[in-house]
């Protein structure tokens, strides 16, 4: 079955450092990918998303690109804040965008 | 987005006892609901996928008479614990989408529920 497999955490940064959140992938098919964000106390949110290989989702400064040829869908930043920290769940669907499959969730905590 | 309230947000309930969560969609209407279960540090896993006015299609491996799922409405779903266990303990999350299966699903803040 499907499945997704992401970095264990904390990941633990200073401010303005670089940020990548390894995330790849095992489906039947040609899947959607996308990342979810849960801030402390609050729901999912959805945070961006890529439906077909080599496109790019991005939001907040955060992108990750579909990569096919290695099942990935690494989540990247270039300068983190604070604010970003959270946890960060990869999730596919074969479905539509709302049967999904997540990953373990990987915690990032931000240092001022 | 859209907003999706789950209530309560945790709950304490002595063994044996049953529980309800309840999941709303404030602000659309949900003709597709999911419930998940989460354990410390793993993924978010799939319960049920329940579509307003029809039984809920429950995954491998859930108990439908333990986890009862209700979507009467086009905007409130329950998930009731019956009998708890400690084993229940869990932290349960819902998720509410507008259309069939191709648009985004909306998360509710999860309960954390603990069984004593």
């Known amino acids: 079955g499907d499945s997704v497999t992401q970095m264990e955490g904390p990941v633990t940064l200073s401010e303005e450092a670089f940020l990548t959140i390894n995330c790849t992938y095992t489906a039947t098919g040609y899947p959607s990918l996308f990342w979810y964000v849960q801030y402390p106390g609050e729901g999912l949110q959805l945070l961006l998303k890529?439906?077909?290989?080599?496109d790019k989702g991005s939001n907040k400064g955060f992108e990750a690109t579909y990569r096919k040829e290695t099942t990935s869908f690494h989540l990247e930043k270039g300068s983190v804040q604070v604010s970003d920290s959270a946890v960060y769940f990869c999730?596919?669907?074969?479905?539509?965008?709302?049967?999904?499959?997540f990953g373990k969730g990987t915690m990032l905590l931000v240092s001022p | 987005g859209a907003v999706v309230s789950q209530h309560p947000s945790w709950v304490i309930c002595k063994s044996g006892t049953s529980v309800k969560i309840e999941c709303r969609s404030l602000?659309?209407?949900?003709?597709?609901m999911f419930w998940y279960r989460q354990f410390p540090k793993q993924s978010l896993m799939l319960m049920a996928t329940s579509n307003e006015g029809s039984k809920a299609t429950y995954e491998q491996g859930v108990e439908k008479d333990k986890f009862l799922i209700n979507h009467a409405s086009l905007t409130l779903s329950t998930l009731t614990v019956t009998s708890a266990h400690p084993e229940d303990s869990s932290f349960y999350i819902c998720?509410?989408?507008?259309?069939?299966?191709?648009?985004?699903?909306?998360f509710g803040q999860g309960t954390r529920l603990t069984v004593v």
């Open positions: 602000d659309f209407q949900a003709t597709t």
């Open positions: 890529a439906t077909k290989a080599d």
């Open positions: 998720s509410a989408s507008g259309g069939q299966g191709n648009t985004e699903a909306f």
């Open positions: 999730a596919l669907s074969d479905k539509g965008y709302s049967t999904l499959t």
